[in-house]
């Protein structure tokens, strides 16, 4: 069964910080690994999808990568800015015909950007 | 292009009662997937249907349910609902199983 852990739960930085959040899963043959983010109360907002066969992706000052075989992945938020304050959610999409459409989640990581 | 759209927003029902909820996802997805979000358990996958099928299903019981249409509209129904089943619903939809993408969900109450 897989299991997504994401340290820390909650992480409170000043503005203009860079910032790691990390996300592990236990059961590396998976097909793809998403990063989400969420503000209260809202939908998930897609950030970045990495498929299986990548390292790492990046869309502006965001920057995730991918470690299979150890089953991590990071998420590298650049220059933070108070608007970047939301949930971010890890989750993985396993391989194989069992698992169709079915994303498991990580807890998330509560981060919060002072001005 | 449009995103995912959940109807309604806002639901309160009594216990008891039961519940449908739409999901009308992005033109040319045929997958569509439904999940609950508690702040104890976190998101738990419900079920997935793809061109009117379902094709995996999570560990919830048998009081909720789903179907999906030929336009790839979906739909969700709770029977007898219990106060534990007062959530947050969200519904995503993919091409193929790629970038999934979510609606806003609809927050639902039971009193």
């Known amino acids: 069964k897989q299991e997504v852990t994401q340290i820390p739960a909650a992480l409170s930085v000043p503005e203009g910080e860079n910032l790691v959040l990390n996300c592990s899963f236990t059961?590396?043959?998976?097909?793809?690994l998403q990063w989400f983010r969420q503000d209260p109360g809202k939908g998930l907002t897609s950030l970045l999808l990495?498929?299986?066969?990548?390292r790492e992706q990046t869309s502006g000052r965001l920057n995730a990568s991918l470690d299979k075989s150890s089953g991590r992945s990071t998420l590298y938020i650049a220059a933070s800015q108070p608007g970047d304050s939301a949930t971010y959610l890890c989750?993985?999409?396993?391989?194989?015909?069992?698992?169709?459409?079915?994303?498991?989640f990580g807890q998330g990581t509560i981060l919060t950007v002072h001005p | 292009k449009a995103g995912v759209t959940q109807t309604p927003r806002y639901l309160i029902k009594t216990r008891g009662q039961q519940v449908t909820l739409s999901c009308s996802p992005i033109?040319?997805?045929?997958?569509v997937s439904w999940y609950q979000q508690t702040p104890g358990q976190g998101l738990q996958f419900l079920f997935e249907?793809?061109?009117?099928?379902?094709?995996n299903k999570g560990n919830f019981p048998g009081r909720f349910s789903g179907r999906q249409f030929s336009n790839s509209r979906s739909e969700m129904n709770v029977s007898t609902l219990e106060l534990g089943d007062s959530a947050l619903y969200l519904c995503?939809?993919?091409?193929?199983?790629?970038?999934?993408?979510f609606g806003q969900g609809t927050r639902l109450t039971v009193v």
């Open positions: 995503a939809s993919s091409f193929e199983g790629f970038e999934a993408f």
């Open positions: 059961d590396s043959a998976i097909y793809n």
């Open positions: 990495i498929q299986s066969s990548q």
């Open positions: 989750a993985v999409l396993n391989a194989g015909g069992t698992s169709y459409g079915k994303l498991t």
């Open positions: 033109s040319g997805h045929r997958s």
């Open positions: 249907y793809f061109s009117e099928t379902q094709r």
